[in-house]
């Protein structure tokens, strides 16, 4: 089935750092998502791609749909404590756009 | 507007119990979920709605009752369950057929004692 991995699985990191992240699937997606999930919280949407090769960004953060359709990477510059949280991608399945494949997530800590 | 909201945000109850959680948005969306969330994993999907009418059931125990009285409201009756149901509820919505991009409530942490 489908599955999405992303990596690194944890991170520590200084202030002020930059971060990189990615998510890689063994088959193609033609949406990428970034979600954001605070300690018992709910997700939180950062940004949608609908195109391969497209960058966006939103504020510190950037992330690209990369150019095959199997992978995608999610950018932090400056990190700042706030941005600590696990960041999870996700894309639609196949068996139709109501379902999501999510991602392994990635959690970030920063320290101060 | 980008909200969803959820109560109540804590729930500790008996396995004989009989609670219910809610869900509601007002962002015109027609299609609702819920998920479960267990530490450190990523949401699963439970049940979607669309256009209030049951579009998907992952298979989840019956136990687990859901209600979509209108096009805002959610509600995920709750009946009989077990230790093993304690997570991390969370609905979400998204627009019908035009977007993917669903927006998650801040959930309801559930303890089943």
Same mark, same amino acid.
């Given at each position: 089935?489908?599955?999405?991995?992303?990596?690194?699985q944890?991170?520590?990191?200084?202030?002020?750092?930059?971060?990189?992240?990615?998510?890689?699937?063994?088959?193609?997606?033609?949406?990428?998502?970034?979600y954001?999930?605070?300690?018992?919280?709910?997700?939180?949407?950062?940004?949608?791609?609908?195109? !391969? $090769?497209?960058? %966006? *960004?939103?504020?510190?953060?950037?992330?690209?749909?990369?150019? +095959? @359709?199997?992978?995608?990477?999610?950018?932090?510059?400056?990190?700042?404590?706030?941005?600590v949280?696990?960041?999870?991608? !996700? $894309?639609?399945? %196949? *068996?139709?756009?109501?379902?999501?494949?999510?991602?392994?997530? +990635? @959690?970030?800590?920063?320290?101060? | 507007?980008?909200?969803?909201?959820?109560?109540p945000?804590?729930?500790?109850?008996?396995m004989?119990?009989?609670?219910?959680?809610?869900?509601?948005?007002?962002?015109?969306?027609?299609?609702?979920?819920?998920?479960?969330?267990?530490?450190?994993?990523?949401?699963?999907?439970?049940?979607?709605?669309?256009?209030?009418?049951?579009?998907?059931?992952?298979?989840?125990?019956?136990?687990?009752?859901?209600?979509?009285?209108?096009?805002?409201?959610?509600?995920?009756?709750?009946?009989?369950?077990?230790?093993?149901?304690?997570?991390?509820?969370?609905?979400?919505?998204?627009?019908?057929?035009?977007?993917?991009?669903?927006?998650?409530?801040?959930?309801?942490?559930?303890?089943?004692?």
């Amino acid at each position: 089935g489908q599955q999405l991995n992303q990596s690194p699985q944890s991170m520590f990191i200084q202030e002020g750092e930059d971060v990189s992240m990615n998510c890689t699937s063994s088959s193609i997606f033609n949406t990428w998502l970034w979600y954001k999930q605070d300690p018992g919280e709910g997700p939180v949407l950062l940004i949608a791609l609908y195109k !391969a $090769g497209e960058l %966006t *960004s939103n504020g510190r953060l950037t992330a690209q749909f990369g150019i +095959t @359709r199997k992978d995608s990477f999610l950018n932090i510059s400056a990190s700042i404590p706030s941005d600590v949280g696990i960041y999870f991608c !996700a $894309g639609p399945s %196949t *068996s139709g756009t109501y379902k999501y494949i999510f991602g392994t997530g +990635t @959690r970030l800590k920063v320290l101060a | 507007d980008t909200e969803v909201t959820q109560t109540p945000k804590h729930l500790v109850m008996g396995m004989t119990n009989k609670k219910s959680l809610k869900c509601e948005q007002h962002m015109g969306h027609r299609a609702m979920y819920w998920y479960k969330q267990k530490a450190k994993k990523p949401p699963e999907l439970m049940f979607v709605y669309s256009y209030e009418k049951l579009s998907i059931n992952e298979s989840v125990p019956s136990r687990f009752s859901p209600e979509c009285p209108n096009s805002s409201l959610l509600n995920l009756h709750l009946h009989a369950l077990q230790p093993e149901d304690s997570a991390l509820y969370l609905c979400a919505s998204s627009q019908e057929g035009t977007s993917v991009e669903q927006y998650f409530g801040p959930g309801t942490r559930l303890t089943v004692t």
